[in-house]
């Protein structure tokens, strides 16, 4: 993790648990993102509070550069203190998709990891798998490192991955909905063939919902309206910064196997009294 921790409270493999996503390396597997906070001092705090080191902008509804006269996020969200990770939120094509992500290289001069997410609709907001497929060719031969937003399918999980996208993103449920993990089976299957990292994207709702995705064994977590909603945001991040922790941590540790019948705690022989 990014804050100082000790090895009393965190075993060495925890320590030295790091999380690799194309050419970059990184502590904290919870990625967080910008937009839906009150104002621009809360989302610095939250962010700050969640110990991310991935932070996701929407190039299209945000303000990094583009607009002289606007606020810059990048005032709260220094890109010497965090990796900025473009996001094509908004877009429904794979040509306005990829128009963004040139974009977003343009203004962060030269930065070439993405994450690509092309909609299907307003209303569910469920990726466009074949426009999605078309935008992540393309970017992956410009050059880009792509992190893709996808449906839980495997099938698709394995396409986007052999194409050399660098991190596969499922949505647990829709986005926005915070209805939590409804997709476990699929995400296990999907985590069990790649070969690339794995984080849900999108539908988390509370800290529970985070420890279980790391639980199954994803790589990390990206989550905003988890937080941004929340009542009280920046406790939130908190919560959501130990929930990936403790997540990460009982998968390494490997929980016990499930039983259908009872099995006692303690020895059953050499009782004090007979």
Known sequence: MSENVSTATHPAPLLQDTFTVGSRTFSSRLLVGTGKYKDMSETGEAIAASAAEIVTVAIRRTNIGQNSDEPNLLDVISPDKYTILPNTAGCFDAETAIRTCKLARELL???????????????????????????????????????????????????????????????????????????????????????VPVLVDAGVGTASDAAIAMELGCDGVLMNSAIAHAQNPVMMAHAMKHAVWAGRAAFLAGRMPMRKMATASSPQTGYFFQ
Request: glycine share 10%; aromatic share 4%; charged share 20%.
């Open 109 to 195: 001069d030269g930065h070439n990891l993405v994450k690509l997410e092309v909609l299907g609709d307003e209303k569910t907001l469920y990726p466009n798998i074949t426009e999605t497929l078309k935008a992540a060719q393309v970017l992956v031969d410009d050059g880009f490192e792509v992190m893709v937003y996808s449906s839980d399918d495997p099938i698709v999980a394995q396409e986007l991955e052999s194409m050399g996208c660098v991190a596969i993103m499922p949505l647990g449920s829709l986005i926005g909905s915070g209805l939590g993990l409804l997709n476990r089976h699929t995400l296990s299957l999907i985590i069990e063939n790649a070969k």
